[in-house]
Nanobody
């Protein structure tokens, strides 16, 4: 079992920055990748960025050049540095880790942290 705790959301003006953190605990040896999703009311959850334990990253096109995902293995923590924020970045952001033992329906999720970007 893996437990994810995400934090760092808040209210920021357009053009501002925020850094989200996701601390993992439990059976973290089973994790080979972590990522951040976001969701707005009435829409499906969207993958924003992901990072493998080997350091490979990928981003949704809308955040490329503005967001950076990174990890600190010693702290079992993944970060999402968000710069040049836009109102359309407003969403609840969720930390995610795949459950490689039992499949996607058992994936691990943080509780979510609200990011609000005002224009």
């Amino acid at each position: 079992q893996v437990h994810l705790v995400d934090s760092g959301g808040g209210l920021v003006q357009a053009g501002g920055s925020l850094t989200l953190s996701c601390a993992a605990s439990g059976s973290i040896f089973s994790i080979n990748a972590m990522g951040w999703y976001r969701q707005t009311p009435g829409k499906q959850r969207e993958l924003v960025a992901a990072i493998t334990m080997g350091g490979s990253t990928n981003y949704v096109d809308s955040v490329k050049g503005r967001f950076t995902i990174s990890r600190d293995n010693a702290k079992n923590t993944v970060y999402l540095q968000m710069n040049s924020l836009k109102p359309e970045d407003t969403a609840v952001y969720y930390c995610h880790a795949p459950n490689n033992d039992y499949g996607p329906q058992y994936d691990y999720w943080g509780q979510g942290t609200q990011v609000t970007v005002s224009s």
